[in-house]
């Protein structure tokens, strides 16, 4: 069973940065990817950065491309999500997560997930 915990968020001022870990267990070999998405109040989930499982390159969505990356530490299991220039639009639950396929975009095709963290952006 993968378990995953999110820590980091807070109430940041428009322009600052933040970074968001989630620490892991349990990965299956069968785990093609980890990744990030976010939830904004009355918005639908949103895709934020992934990266697959063997690989330093990750994928970010266009809405923060430039602002936001993604890396991994194997040997602490953690998960974390760089975001710099943030913006009062970033203001979210963010939420990591982990797939065993499909199309990465799409909430529906990722099997576990952390119970999420605030991040407030003020302007």
């Known amino acids: 069973q993968v378990q995953l915990v999110e820590f980091g968020g807070g109430l940041v001022q428009a322009g600052a940065s933040l970074k968001l870990s989630c620490r892991y267990s349990?990965?299956?070999?069968?785990?093609?990817?980890t990744g990030w998405f976010r939830q904004a109040p009355g918005k639908e989930r949103e895709f934020v950065a992934a990266l697959p499982k063997r690989s330093t390159v990750p994928q970010i969505a266009e809405s923060v491309k430039g602002r936001f990356t993604m890396f991994k530490d194997t040997a602490k299991n953690t998960l974390s999500l760089q975001m710099d220039s943030l913006r009062p639009e970033d203001t979210a639950v963010y939420y990591c997560a982990v797939t065993y396929g499909g199309l990465i975009t799409d909430p529906s095709n990722w099997h576990y997930w952390g119970q999420g963290t605030q991040v407030t952006v003020s302007s």
């Open positions: 349990g990965y299956a070999d069968s785990v093609l990817m």
